[in-house]
């Protein structure tokens, strides 16, 4: 699976790799796998990674055009 919306969220905010990486707690190497599509994402880092960029995981995945969190219940 193709993450490019992951790098596009990324750079609409001029962050670096390092800067996500850090709020991850992960690797700036292993992140850059993830954008790069070389390593698959594990579902609570697609999770963070939506809460950070204000977004759904399926959003991030591709299976909506809607780039907004669903309401907490």
């Known amino acids: 699976?193709?993450?490019?919306?992951?790098?596009?969220?990324?750079?609409?905010k001029d962050l670096t790799q390092t800067q996500v990486a850090?709020?991850?707690h992960i690797s700036q190497r292993t992140y850059s796998r993830y954008e790069n599509d070389e390593r698959s994402i594990p579902i609570e880092i697609l999770?963070?990674?939506?809460?950070?960029?204000?977004t759904s995981v399926d959003f991030l995945i591709n299976r909506t055009d809607i780039n907004k969190p669903y309401p907490l219940k």
């Open 1 to 12: 699976m193709v993450y490019v919306r992951i790098r596009n969220l990324r750079e609409d």
């Open 22 to 24: 850090d709020y991850l």
């Open 47 to 54: 999770s963070r990674l939506a809460d950070f960029h204000g």
